[in-house]
């Protein structure tokens, strides 16, 4: 398990005893209410800030791919212009002959 995964399990953790707390806590109704209002506004933004972290990442990963990608064609089409070149050199050094 990742060190992300494992924080995102804590806070939901916490999350949820926080909640269960409230619940069982001898609050009044509106302030309870309340409480538990801002708990889930918090973890949604929570989970956004998560989301937005892993698309960023996503999105860094894969430009790093193309990246890579492209460096391998051009060193591809490099050996392969280079494989040509020795080739039509040795049919020519052999008709020369």
């Keep these: 398990m990742t060190d992300e995964n494992r924080m995102s399990y804590l806070f939901l953790g916490l999350g949820l005893g926080t909640a269960v707390g ?10 309870t209410r309340n409480d538990i209002e801002r708990k889930v506004r918090e973890g949604r933004e929570h989970i956004k800030q998560q989301g937005q972290q892993l698309l960023d990442r996503a999105t860094e990963t894969v430009a790093r791919g193309k990246q890579t990608v492209g460096s391998q064609m051009k060193s591809l089409s490099d050996a392969f212009a280079a494989g040509k070149l020795a080739y039509l050199r040795s049919v020519e050094a052999s008709h020369s002959n």
């Excluded at 409230?22 to 302030?31: D, F, I, R, V």
């Design 22 to 31: 409230m619940l069982l806590a001898p609050k009044a109704g509106t302030e």
